[in-house]
């Protein structure tokens, strides 16, 4: 099978991939002792002591303002390198300020750390190291060439200036922003840039540096031609600018300092969108990208210039879920690119400068022990890269070394905390760990309360969980009340369609969890009992918390009542209601609406319709989340009708009035990302979308409702209007629905200082 044919049989799996080679992982332990994972590397003339490395996430938002980490970033890093990981990796830390515009904000403040601003910034670089390396972790600090076409546009409305790539580019935020050509010369800076920052890495103790070359940033930007279109200059040959910044930095850090380089072997562009490459704006402006055999003779080259390792995956900006492979990707979905890469060098015979074979390191949903070792027992890779798995849990690597696999929290996929978050105007964090980028202000242990108080937890969501948990660890006596047979809340039904394997794996943990209380005298788990005022009040608890959760409702739509509707919940509780359905009509296109729909149609090969009274499906869903759903939907032929609002639902059809301005946006648009509501395009008022609205009908054998959640907040209410207890507390989706990243952040917060 040739590369290319390779990589578009992936893009096809990445649709319905449990139909594929792919399992679905648990955390289990039935390769343990995990002796590949711990065992050490060499890389240049640094011993990693195993084969784990910490992925470049974080950073954003958690500095000051002049880009010095700040005591969050360093505590939040530390917190890692104590869980047991071998290589730690930053986030990305541009060295282009004053070139890229959108890296900087207004007043020359930024959001990203920097190690180019002045001497002020290097002590806590210094820190950093230090903490690192006490705890046997080795450091790398990514470098980044900057942003250019993925970069905030925001730099020429409040400053004026046109964002910066390799050649003309559109903006990825707001297409019809152009980015401007570099100079030769304002390139040369960047490469000084770049290797007086390794210098200072260096001088900081920071082990080794790591060139962010992947995802369609600057420095790939220009060592792509899907993006690099220049005729003229020196940097026209795209490979000389990635070569030229090795070269650099290997002269100011001298031979022994170890090199990271992060590279797609692919844009996968073509392989993802096909025709579409040659029809649709701005796609086909980035046709004839860098081949995957382009690619492993480019990084031969870059190992001549002075590359020590490389990590490996595929995809851009413009199909994002693939650089950031969301909850709907399947496990380890990059690990054969890892696999060819190794193979490619061994076979020829390509070594590091030391002589050393150049460690190959695959990223991509590894996060479960068992997957992560036999990757590489298989000699797939030679290390594994964890992110988001280490920001679910910072212990992951000593509680896998100690064969404690059933206690790692496991990621969910999600990304709305650790990658929205930061979007929306936030700093990185974890929606199934409400420690991650706060350690420095929750210390590891649950500190214990001084008077022993007796607290009613009503409900076994993810929020009820988490606070019973702390509470218990407090020392303070709690019942557990949860109405329904299962642990678990919304997350029960949830978790039912493949694509939410990882949800799955985290409503087992939360059992785990409430288990493991079950030994504690003080713990009292009340299964299948609806706690009500009165008992509560009788049983004369200190504090109440009560984590009720959200249900659906049907709205009102004539015909709402009909026997042929359903709720999406209760569609997934018990999916044999559909059997009989053919074509199935979906009313909401938020992610519930979303995920049932690719549910329906890829799991039970129904003809599904999607309806959204607004102009974007999921549009407060994580991009990369929201892209990888949307672009399979379509390709399955799933027809999605935004700007479309339901009139009626009648017993084979449901009529609706659909939007027909020309402005109504293209549903399947997936190469260009839903702004958040704080951010105004300038040119949306004049692409003002009209009330043009013409009436169809829709054949329909059952409709399913998903148009969103209320809180189930009458217990919470009633309990306050009896005076149930002295405090009485509401937590996650009973207060505000906000998904398990909400509900998590509050219950733990909450149970941890009452």
């Known amino acids: 099978m040739s590369y290319e044919e390779k990589i578009m049989q992936l893009t096809d799996d990445f649709a319905n991939w449990w139909d594929s080679d792919y399992e679905i992982p648990e955390m289990t332990n039935e390769l343990y002792p995990y002796k590949a994972l711990f065992s050490p590397i060499q890389v240049n003339k640094l011993i990693i002591k195993n084969r784990i490395v910490m992925g470049p996430i974080g950073n954003i938002n958690m500095c000051d303002e002049t880009g010095r980490p700040s005591p969050k970033m360093l505590k939040y890093f530390e917190e890692r390198a104590k869980g047991g990981v071998g290589l730690i990796t930053t986030g990305l830390i541009p060295v282009s300020h004053g070139i890229d515009y959108s890296i ?21 670089w210094r820190n950093l190291a230090s903490m690192c390396n006490a705890y046997g972790a080795a450091l790398f600090i990514q470098l980044s060439a900057g942003l250019g076409r993925v970069g905030n546009p925001e730099c020429l409305i409040k400053e004026k200036k046109f964002p910066r790539s390799a050649s003309i580019n559109p903006n990825w935020y707001m297409k019809d922003v152009p980015c401007l050509r570099l100079s030769d010369r304002s390139l040369t800076k960047i490469i000084k840039n770049m290797g007086q920052a390794s210098a200072d890495a260096k001088a900081c103790n920071i082990n080794g540096v790591y060139l962010h070359g992947h995802e369609g940033y600057l420095l790939e930007q220009l060592a792509n031609p899907a993006f690099n279109r220049r005729k003229l200059g020196k940097y026209a040959d795209y490979e000389r600018f990635g070569i030229d910044t090795v070269k650099e930095i290997r002269k100011r850090v001298g031979p022994d300092y170890p090199i990271m380089y992060r590279i797609d072997l692919t844009l996968a562009l073509e392989e993802t969108y096909r025709e579409k490459m040659n029809t649709v704006s701005p796609l086909k402006k980035f046709r004839n990208g860098r081949t995957v055999t382009q690619s492993l003779e480019y990084m031969k080259k870059l190992t001549e210039a002075g590359v020590d390792m490389f990590d490996v995956d595929m995809g851009c900006y413009d199909n994002w879920w693939l650089p950031h492979p969301p909850a709907s990707m399947p496990p380890a979905c990059f690990l054969d690119l890892a696999q060819l890469t190794k193979k490619y060098f061994a076979d020829n015979k390509i070594k590091s400068n030391k002589k050393l074979a150049v460690p190959i390191v695959a990223v991509g949903k590894l996060g479960y022990p068992d997957l992560a070792e036999k990757a590489l027992r298989d000699k797939k890779c030679d290390m594994i890269m964890l992110a988001r798995p280490l920001l679910a849990d910072a212990d992951w690597c000593n509680k896998a070394y100690a064969g404690d696999t059933a206690r790692i929290i496991p990621c969910i996929g999600c990304q709305e905390a650790c990658i929205n978050e930061f979007v929306e105007g936030g700093h990185p964090q974890c929606a199934v760990n409400p420690r991650t980028a706060f350690e420095e202000e929750y210390t590891k242990e649950i500190p214990k309360s001084d008077i022993k108080k007796y607290v009613a937890v009503i409900g076994a ?35 039912v369609p493949k694509i939410k394997y990882e949800l799955k794996n985290y409503r087992d943990y939360l059992e785990r969890v409430v288990n493991s209380l079950k030994s504690n005298h003080d713990f009292t788990l009340l299964m299948e009992t609806e706690a009500k005022t009165d008992l509560l009040k009788e049983k004369r608890y200190d504090i109440i918390l009560t984590a009720t959760g959200s249900q659906q409702v049907k709205p009102p739509i004539e015909g709402a009542d009909r026997n042929n509707v359903v709720l999406a919940v209760d569609l997934l509780n018990e999916p044999s209601i559909a059997e009989n359905a053919e074509n199935i009509v979906v009313i909401g296109g938020g992610e519930i609406g979303a995920e049932t729909a690719y549910f329906l149609k890829y799991e039970h090969n129904k003809n599904v319709k999607v309806v959204e009274i607004d102009k974007h499906f999921m549009a407060h869903t994580c991009t990369a989340n929201r892209g990888h759903l949307i672009h399979y ?14 009139s009626k639902i009648n017993e084979n059809s449901v009529s609706v009035l659909k939007n027909k301005n020309k402005n109504v946006p293209n549903p399947y648009i997936t190469w260009t990302p839903v702004l958040p509501e704080n951010i105004v395009n300038p040119l949306d008022s004049i692409r003002k979308i009209k009330e043009e609205y013409k009436e169809i009908g829709l054949p329909s054998d059952m409709v399913v409702i998903a148009t969103g959640t209320v809180p189930c907040a009458m217990l919470y209410y009633e309990c306050l209007s009896k005076n149930a207890a002295p405090k009485i507390y509401n937590l996650g989706d009973s207060a505000k629905p906000a998904g398990v990243f909400g509900a998590v952040r509050a219950a733990y917060r909450c149970a941890r200082n009452i």
Not at 104 to 124: G, M, Q, S
């Open 104 to 124: 900087t904000e207004t007043d020359k403040l930024t959001y990203f750390p920097r190690i180019d601003r002045t001497r002020t910034v290097l002590a806590a």
């Open 633 to 646: 939907l379509e390709r399955a032929g799933v027809e999605l009708l935004n700007c479309t609002k339901v």
């Open 461 to 495: 969501g993810p929020a009820g969980v988490t606070a019973a948990k702390v509470l218990i660890e407090r020392g303070y006596k709690v019942d557990l009340y949860e109405k329904s047979s299962e642990i678990g809340g919304s997350i029960i039904p949830g978790a």
